[in-house]
């Protein structure tokens, strides 16, 4: 056990600013549809930046803070290793790229909407994003399938935001207490 | 146009300050503010 941690701890680097920026160049022009669970690859397995604890303590810091989990967590991991600087190399790392195709995309679809084809394209995109939605929701909400009041809550959610059209922050706002209190109360 | 683009960046700021749990959460504010603040 010992001799496994020393030789974890002695392969583990810690990267160059140019490093992370690169690592985080490639993610972004990888990760369709999430980058997430590549960017625990990366991370962990193959350049031995973090451990998986590491990586996951990171991970939950940054899910409850606002803003894109995957943005706060490069701000995080450079901020970690290289200061201020590593921070936005990691964060212009990971956006670069992304950017650049989708104001690309953008010119096209702004020169070429007319055009039947690119309407079809798109058409054809909108369903494929609206199913990676709906697979999303599917995923997060199956563990809640034995907890009656997370349901509730979730359902009412719904509702809120759906049905009634309310406004996110103040839905939140009044959930979150909800949710804590009943959890606390009947879990 | 660059009262749009103070509209976009006042929107998105909004909204990022809000996006607890991931930027899918807000995408149902994200359609309303679009629909009703600039296109609207």
Same mark, same amino acid.
């Given at each position: 056990?010992?001799? /496994?941690?020393? #030789?974890?701890? /002695?392969?583990? $680097?810690?990267?160059?600013? !140019? @490093?992370? %920026?690169?690592?985080?160049?490639q993610l972004?022009?990888i990760g369709?549809?999430g980058v997430l669970p590549l960017a625990r690859r990366m991370t962990? #397995? =193959?350049? $031995?930046?973090?451990?998986? #604890? #590491?990586?996951? @303590?990171?991970?939950?810091?940054?899910?409850?803070?606002?803003?894109?989990?995957i943005?706060?967590?490069?701000?995080?991991?450079?901020? &970690?290793?290289?200061?201020?600087?590593? !921070?936005? +190399?990691?964060?212009?790392?990971?956006? +670069?790229?992304?950017?650049?195709?989708?104001?690309?995309?953008?010119?096209?679809?702004?020169?070429? =909407?007319?055009?039947?084809?690119? $309407?079809?394209?798109?058409?054809?995109?909108?369903?494929?994003? /609206?199913?990676?939605?709906?697979?999303? +929701?599917? &995923?997060?909400?199956?563990?809640? $399938?034995?907890?009656?009041?997370?349901?509730?809550?979730?359902?009412?959610?719904?509702? /809120?935001?759906?049905?009634?059209?309310?406004?996110?922050?103040?839905?939140?706002?009044?959930? !979150?207490?909800?949710? +804590?209190? !009943?959890?606390?109360? %009947?879990? | 146009?660059?009262?749009?683009?103070?509209?976009?960046?006042?929107?998105?700021?909004?909204?990022?300050?809000?996006?607890?749990?991931?930027?899918?959460?807000?995408?149902?504010?994200?359609?309303?503010?679009?629909?009703?603040?600039?296109?609207?």
């Amino acid at each position: 056990m010992t001799i /496994a941690l020393t #030789e974890t701890q /002695a392969v583990r $680097r810690h990267p160059s600013v !140019a @490093e992370l %920026f690169v690592g985080f160049l490639q993610l972004g022009l990888i990760g369709f549809g999430g980058v997430l669970p590549l960017a625990r690859r990366m991370t962990v #397995e =193959q350049r $031995r930046w973090l451990t998986g #604890e #590491e990586f996951t @303590e990171l991970l939950s810091l940054c899910q409850f803070l606002p803003g894109g989990n995957i943005i706060n967590m490069s701000v995080a991991i450079g901020l &970690k290793f290289r200061g201020m600087t590593g !921070a936005f +190399a990691c964060a212009l790392g990971l956006i +670069a790229a992304p950017s650049t195709i989708v104001i690309a995309l953008g010119v096209v679809y702004d020169r070429f =909407q007319d055009d039947p084809h690119i $309407r079809h394209l798109f058409a054809g995109l909108a369903a494929a994003a /609206a199913a990676l939605l709906v697979s999303t +929701a599917i &995923k997060i909400a199956a563990p809640l $399938r034995n907890e009656p009041i997370g349901i509730a809550i979730a359902s009412l959610c719904f509702v /809120a935001i759906a049905v009634l059209r309310l406004l996110l922050l103040p839905t939140m706002l009044v959930l !979150a207490p909800i949710s +804590a209190l !009943a959890t606390l109360r %009947f879990a | 146009m660059p009262s749009l683009l103070i509209a976009l960046a006042l929107l998105f700021s909004q909204l990022s300050l809000i996006a607890f749990g991931g930027g899918n959460a807000i995408l149902p504010e994200m359609e309303r503010r679009w629909s009703t603040s600039i296109t609207g």
